[in-house]
């Protein structure tokens, strides 16, 4: 048995990781298709060539690239020179379009390196160009740092690699509208994009908050609707008072579209409608419903007002803009949004109602849908097509639309089903602006959770498809929405190493993907990142605190992990600072007290990233089991069915300590075991109504003996009240030393967003922290 397990394991290895001559390991991200390991290795020398058809530019440009790479990180001065058509030269790196072995796509190549020469041959300059990307991580990672003389030394090892990619579509997005970045730092965000093998930047240029791009017929657009008077100062309702605009001139935005291309990158604009425009009807007020006036939108979230959908004049306006924007942006795509668009405006307009009324529709989502498909109408007669967000389902979708998911994986499900191109982007793994690591230790976000491990545990073809409809599913995209980033380099560190994950997603095969083998081939990456001076976020390097219920004593386990594999955890419960010297984590301990728990990675007698911290609470009810009467969601479980006693507090991250309700209410039971003397009742609610979040309208506790006869021991009420940022309310009763073996905690729900709420109507959010009986 122990032969076939250790032959086992050696299988496992080879599956993941292939070693070269020397003892070197192939480090590629995305992982390539198939790897041949080689012998020896191809040293660059002053005499070292780079051959191909010099009668073909792009070619030309492409042994440019290798030139400066080499150059710039103090290697040898390499020379292009004109490649024979009999036979590939000694002491050379061939470029060469054409003469594969392997049926591939336009994007894919092939990589030979021998002590002899390197040959990149694909069918297309883009598959080269994909190819020298992986040359380059076969090179040391001090190939991406800043020459310090003129005498470095980089060889490669010998190997074949056969690659294309699984999606066509492989993709980042950036909001410029909240806030708006330097062009240097868009063109820094496309240079890793192309490093990792993304090929399309969708851009998202307009905003209620902000218009950043430059329309020559429309000059307010810019000179009113790129400055808003102040910015929304953190998750609160405070304004800071100091103006803010900016906008990316015409030439501007050529420069960047060229840049991107020459390494490969299409540009997508997006030009929102008919919501999120505010900044348009600041400037240009009559294309509103009401007539205006406005201010360009100070708080983040969304407003009622947008584009008026019966008046001829915003569709003219619409089509001008897209007149330049489509001589800007050469894209086959053009984004139009269509996301989060009230209706509340067009319900009572004149207007909207009177083209209701003309075009037979029945309520106002047809309305948009009308509009969407008029704007689709135009693009197409230019031979352009749309993208939208999974709202342009609503009502009915516009014939040649391709549908960006959003808000989770069915609105790509139904609409590849409708037999319509899809890029799927799901909240849940594709957006970026969200936590990566512990929210206590991490700069402000706009909520959420979404680590590393979890990007790239992402599948985005739903098994539910097909093999036809699946093949609508041309790719994902990493969203990046700015509120609460200001800075390039807040902005890289939020994209980067998780946008790497989603580099490998689109571009590996299914099978080829390995969570411990992407960790250990990032080590190499992160060097490479550092020597380019990406301030990239190391939350991976963290751990996780958290606890487990022990069934047999009824108590709390604490349970310390981390994605990071191959590191071991050192920990303290004093809240003192963990060290190498600390106790050694090796499996669950009791929680036994309340206690401060703090821990970090260790190698090799080194600490690698920043501790991790968290308070476990003892009490009463800590680790007895909890019977779920009223079932809580699935998005946000907490630690599951004992989350309510788990010894957890909640944090910033609703993901952390939290246990939500969307739209239900909360009834649970918790037994003791025993009869216990009970004095205290607690439970903390939260109320973060941007977040859809409101306090539970009422809460009850009761007591019983039995867990069939129940004692109310105390009511509370709390009316759906308008309020801003988030907050805390501790729901806690005192009795006078009751016996009881069962407490049951009920919460209503308030149901729907009352209406002063931006999105009144829509289901809302309850989320309750740890029961806490003393």
């Known amino acids: 048995m122990k032969i076939k397990i250790l032959l086992l394991v050696s299988v496992l290895l080879l599956s993941t990781s292939v070693i070269l001559a020397g003892g070197v390991q192939v480090n590629i991200v995305p992982k390539p298709m198939k790897i041949e390991a080689g012998k020896g290795k191809f040293t660059f020398k002053n005499t070292t060539a780079i051959v191909t058809d010099l009668n073909n530019k792009e070619l030309r440009q492409l042994g440019k690239l290798l030139v400066q790479k080499i150059g710039d990180a103090g290697g040898p001065k390499l020379q292009i020179t004109g490649l024979s058509e009999t036979a590939y030269p000694k002491n050379a ?18 990589l030979t390196v021998t002590k002899k020469n390197i040959i990149v041959r694909a069918n297309s300059g883009k598959g080269i160009f994909y190819g020298l990307q992986s040359l380059f991580q076969l090179l040391p990672p001090s190939i991406e740092a800043k020459a310090q003389g003129d005498n470095a030394v980089f060889s490669v090892p010998g190997i074949v690699i056969t690659d294309q990619p699984r999606y066509s579509y492989r993709g980042m997005h950036l909001d410029v509208g909240r806030h708006i970045f330097p062009v240097e730092t868009i063109k820094t965000y496309l240079d890793i994009m192309a490093m990792y093998k993304m090929n399309t930047f969708h851009w998202h240029l307009t905003e209620d908050q902000g218009w950043r791009i430059e329309i020559k017929k429309y000059p307010e657009l810019t000179r009113i609707g790129s400055i808003r008077k102040g910015s929304q100062v953190g998750i609160t309702d405070e304004n800071d008072g100091v103006p803010y605009g900016g906008f990316y001139t015409q030439d501007q935005i050529r420069d960047v579209v060229a840049y991107a291309a020459s390494k490969y990158i299409t540009v997508i604009p997006e030009i929102e409608m008919p919501g999120h425009s505010v900044a348009a009807l600041t400037a240009y007020p009559q294309l509103s419903c009401t007539g205006g006036p406005f201010d360009v939108r100070t708080q983040w979230g969304i407003s009622d007002d947008i584009y008026c959908a019966g008046n001829e004049e915003v569709f003219k306006f619409l089509e001008d803009v897209l007149t330049e924007v489509m001589d800007l942006f050469p894209s086959k795509y053009i984004h139009i949004g269509g996301d989060e668009a009230p209706k509340v405006r ?94 206590a230790t991490e700069p402000l976000s706009i909520g959420g959770f979404l680590t590393l491990k979890t990007v790239y545990s992402y599948e985005p073809t739903p098994p539910v498809l097909t093999d036809e409809q699946a093949k609508h599913i041309l790719g994902t995209q990493g969203n990046l929405w700015t509120e609460y980033i200001a800075t390039p380099e807040h902005l890289l560190y939020m994209a980067y190493p998780r946008g790497i994950a989603l580099a490998e997603v689109n571009w590996s095969q299914k099978a080829d993907r390995n969570w411990d083998d992407f960790s250990r081939r990032m080590l ?74 703090k821990s970090v990675l260790v190698k090799d007698g080194i600490v690698w990233g920043e501790p991790s911290s968290c308070e476990v609470i003892d ?70 109504p941007s977040s859809w979040v409101m306090y539970p309208v009422e809460v009850k506790y009761f007591t019983s003996t039995d867990g ?28 006078k030393s009751v016996t009881a073996r069962y407490i049951k905690v009920s919460a209503t729900n308030t149901g729907k967003l009352p ?20």
């Open 93 to 110: 790196v061939a470029l060469v379009i054409g003469g594969l072995t392997e049926n591939l796509s336009d994007e894919g190549y092939q």
């Open 346 to 439: 067009w319900e009572k307009c004149p207007k909207c109602q009177a083209r209701m009324k003309e075009e037979g529709l029945k309520n106002e989502m047809e309305l948009q849908s009308y509009f969407i498909k008029r704007i689709e109408r135009f693009l197409t007669s230019k031979g352009r097509r749309i993208i939208g967000w999974d709202e342009i389902l609503e009502g009915g979708i516009a014939p040649e639309a391709t549908v960006m998911s959003w808000r989770g994986v069915q609105g790509g499900i139904d609409a590849a089903k409708q037999n319509h191109d899809v890029i799927m982007t799901p909240v849940d793994y594709c957006y970026l602006d969200y936590y990566q690591a512990d929210p």
């Open 524 to 597: 190499d990456q992160y060097q490479r990142l550092d020597n380019m001076g990406i301030k990239y976020s190391k939350g991976s390097f963290r751990t996780d605190i958290t606890t487990i219920r022990d069934s047999i004593n009824s108590r709390n386990l604490v349970k310390i992990s981390s994605e990071a594999s191959g590191y071991e955890i050192h920990y303290t419960t004093d809240g003192s600072a963990p060290n190498a010297s600390s106790t050694l984590y090796n499996s669950p301990f009791p929680a036994g007290k309340s206690m401060t728990i």
């Open 619 to 688: 009490h009463k009810a800590a680790g007895k089991p909890v019977s779920i009467l009223k079932p809580y969601s699935f998005k946000y479980p907490g630690t599951g069915n004992n989350s309510l006693t788990d010894g957890l507090k909640g944090n910033k991250s609703f993901k952390n300590g939290w246990q939500g309700y969307e739209g239900t209410d909360m009834e649970i039971v918790i037994d003791l075991q025993k009869p216990e003397t009970i004095n205290s009742i607690s439970t903390t609610f939260v109320q973060d």
């Open 708 to 735: 069939k006869n129940w004692d109310l021991a105390d009511t509370f009420t709390t009316p759906p009240v308008q309020s801003k940022g988030k907050a805390d309310r501790d729901f806690s009763t005192q009795l």
């Open 755 to 774: 209406e002063w709420h931006e999105y009144k109507g829509q289901p809302c959010w309850m989320f309750a922290d740890e029961v806490i009986v003393n």
